[in-house]
């Protein structure tokens, strides 16, 4: 975000690559490891790292937060998020992750929203929410999520992906802010154009 992290671990057409010296761990070490490892030695892609993919689950909430308030737009992130620990294998920290930021942009949106129940308070909404949820992206990813995710994986092997697709990158900083950044703010604005396209038909619900 997502960037949502939870994109980290939900693709589920990477098979793990284990080397044949190192023991299966039905825990989240080696899970998490393995999750990471083909990903990066996939890369590079054309605009992003093999481990990053779109994640178009926050529309729901986005909906909820037009319709019911931007609090049940948190509350609806919260849900999903919940709902989904069962068949986590990131330690739940992609879920807290996507938790925030999620809640960051349809708080922001439905907030915006209440205060102009129009199509366009709803456009409006969207597309600062969209780049609240982007900019908060950068300081969660920083300083939350990747360090501990370092401890499953080195961080010179995640810039090494990130540096496939665009050598000059060196730091984490970097990284974030040239790819996850502009990323996740993609992912924001296409939730956005979604909901502009069906908002007419879902004006008399959102007027209730």
């Not at 690559?17 to 990903?39: C, E, F, I």
């Not at 502009?196 to 619900?205: G, H, R, V």
Request: charged share 15%; glycine share 6%.
């Amino acid at each position: 975000m997502y960037l949502i992290v939870e994109v980290l671990f939900y693709d589920k057409s990477i098979k793990p690559l284990r080397p044949a010296s190192v023991p299966q761990d039905h825990g989240n070490g080696l899970a998490l490891r393995d999750r990471l490892h083909p990903a990066v030695h996939r890369a590079p892609r054309l605009f992003m790292p093999g481990f990053i993919k779109f994640d178009f689950s926050d529309l729901p909430a986005l909906l909820a937060a037009f319709s019911l308030g931007p609090v049940y737009g948190v509350v609806t992130e919260l849900i999903k998020n919940l709902v989904h620990l069962p068949v986590s294998n990131s330690a739940m920290i992609g879920e807290l992750s996507n938790f925030i930021l999620g809640a960051a942009f349809v708080f922001t949106a439905g907030l915006i929203y209440k205060k102009d129940r129009t199509r366009k308070g709803a456009l409006l909404g969207s597309i600062i929410g969209a780049a609240v949820m982007a900019v908060v992206s950068l300081p969660i990813n920083y300083y939350i999520v990747y360090p501990i995710y370092e401890n499953f994986m080195p961080l010179e092997n995640i810039i090494g992906a990130y540096q496939a697709i665009l050598p000059r990158v060196k730091t984490l900083w970097q990284c974030l802010l040239v790819f996850n950044v502009p990323f996740t703010l993609l992912k924001g604005l296409v939730d956005v154009l979604i909901t502009f396209l069906i908002y007419k038909k879902l004006s008399p619900i959102l007027h209730k």
